[in-house]
């Protein structure tokens, strides 16, 4: 059940809101005094964070809808669970992640002892993205406090019920001092960007990473750029179409392909084209009925500036409609669509898509597949369906992807022992599972010397005789 958060709250929030510097400055004050110190603080705290989203499922679900049109099952599978599932691994492998690592030892360290000791960095900020509003957002912020630190939580203005849900309800279950969450846009980004942080943790597009990144740059400070990019996708001959299909269009129809790791194109070496249109054609009335707009479960473009670049970029292609191509403004519907004879410079092909627009180009071989990946900057993910093993080595190890993924779409980003995160223009750092706790840790070397030993040590010390250098 969703709790009814008070008015008094929004008011406090939004009054913060207008003060980076001190919101930072209190983040700081709590930090130093130990808010976060130990094991114990920072499990109470994300007990409290995991009860929050619990008991809010469905109101985090609702906002969702409102933003999105997302399908509930979408959000209790890929947004709510999902986060829950993180905090439930923190919380078990939170002990053994924080305690220090021996490392190994040589002769003249005989007697010391050498470790690594896990150290919170200290406030650090997390911009995160609309459309998977709650889990862009929240699951670094998991990762944040686990490692000890205390956060800004800066959702994206474009989820704004979502964001609203937010900022109401972390000041509800979260001690003070241990995260603030300010909602707004660009303005009230950049003013936030002026402050001083220890880490600063982004997800959206590649555009304002650069601006986070130069802002960082001001003070110094690290960032993990969780960014975007073409995701492509290759079909071999030796793929099963009718399975690929099914797969292809779960993976590039769902939240109608505003997802990160979506397939962006299709390479199609298949040489039964047909088929393949036939499978894709059959699995979209499968998945959303003859009519999709009339489904509950296909979403909806989330902005009327998104919905006029998806139409603008239809109009643009030189390839033929083959499925969809359909839309409906007041709705912001934009209907599961694949173009096919698509060339490599068609419009479709000279930004990422972020909509359910999927572009075909056939090709005869897969290395004419890979030098047109190559030739291009680093996805986020690429995706290969392929039933030999050849086929399968030759992609992965010739091409750079933040991930790869064979015979399936997006399915890395639900196993958390996997690093999440791009290469190149499609971002740096990583994390999910211990690699979120990692990315907001500075890992401390300690070497304990022993005073013994002091004799044999007499060659280090000056002045460097004759004697000393043959020794
Ligand atoms: P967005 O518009 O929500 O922007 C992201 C964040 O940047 C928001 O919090 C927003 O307020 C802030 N922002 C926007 N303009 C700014 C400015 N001028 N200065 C400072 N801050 C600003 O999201 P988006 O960028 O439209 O998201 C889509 C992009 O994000 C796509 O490229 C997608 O591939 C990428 N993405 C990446 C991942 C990932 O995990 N790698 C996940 C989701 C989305």
């Avoid at 980004?189 to 960082?216: C, S, W």
């Amino acid at each position: 059940t969703s709790s009814a958060p008070s008015e008094s709250l929004n008011n406090d929030v939004s009054k913060m809101a207008n003060d980076p510097a001190s919101i930072v400055k209190k983040l700081r004050d709590t930090f130093d005094d130990g808010v976060l110190e130990t094991v114990e603080k920072r499990k109470k705290e994300l007990q409290a964070f995991e009860r929050m989203v619990v008991e809010n499922a469905d109101a985090f679900a609702d906002a969702m809808w409102k933003d999105l049109h997302k399908p509930p099952a979408e959000s209790h599978a890929h947004e709510i669970d999902f986060l829950v599932g993180e905090i439930q691994q923190t919380l078990s492998n939170l002990k053994c992640w924080t305690a220090p690592t021996k490392v190994t030892r040589y002769v003249l360290q005989a007697l010391d002892s050498a470790y690594i000791l896990k150290e919170p960095l200290g406030v650090v900020l997390v911009i995160g993205a609309w459309n998977f509003p709650v889990r862009l957002l929240l699951s670094p912020v998991v990762g944040a406090i686990a490692a000890g630190n205390t956060v800004v939580i800066k959702p994206s203005e474009i989820s704004s019920h979502t964001s609203h849900l937010v900022a109401l309800l972390v000041p509800e279950y979260l001690s003070e001092g241990v995260a603030t969450v300010v909602e707004g846009g660009p303005a009230e980004t950049t003013e936030l960007l002026k402050q001083r942080f220890d880490h600063i943790f982004y997800t959206g597009n590649p555009a304002v990473g650069k601006i986070v990144m130069r802002a960082a740059a001001e003070h110094l400070t690290p960032v993990t750029l969780e960014l975007g990019g073409k995701n492509p996708v290759i079909i071999d001959e030796t793929a099963d179409l009718a399975t690929t299909a099914r797969r292809l269009v779960w993976g590039k129809f769902t939240n109608a392909g505003q997802v990160c790791v979506a397939c962006d194109y299709v390479l199609n070496l298949h040489p039964d084209k047909e088929a393949f249109m036939k499978y894709v054609a059959e699995a979209i009335t499968e998945f959303y009925g003859i009519v999709p707009k009339d489904s509950p479960d296909f979403g909806r473009i989330v902005s009327k500036r998104h919905f006029d670049r998806l139409i603008a970029l239809l109009s643009a292609t030189s390839g033929t409609v083959a499925i969809g191509g359909n839309s409906d403004e007041s709705t912001l519907f934009v209907g599961p669509t694949v173009v096919t004879k698509v060339s490599e410079d068609d419009a479709l092909m000279k930004e990422e898509l972020f909509g359910p627009i999927m572009p075909v180009i056939d090709l005869e071989t897969l290395d004419q597949a890979i030098s047109f990946i190559r030739k291009r900057e680093k996805p986020l993910a690429l995706y290969v369906f392929s039933n030999k093993t050849k086929n399968v080595d030759l992609v992965t190890s010739r091409t750079s992807s933040g991930a790869v993924v064979v015979n399936d779409l997006i399915m890395h980003m639900s196993l958390e022992t996997l690093p999440f995160g791009g290469v190149g223009q499609s971002g740096m750092g990583k994390y999910h599972g211990k690699y979120t706790f990692d990315t907001f840790t500075h890992e401390k070397s300690v070497l304990n010397r022993s005073s013994g030993f002091e004799k044999i040590l007499f060659m280090r010390y000056p002045p460097y005789t004759e004697s000393k250098l043959a020794w």
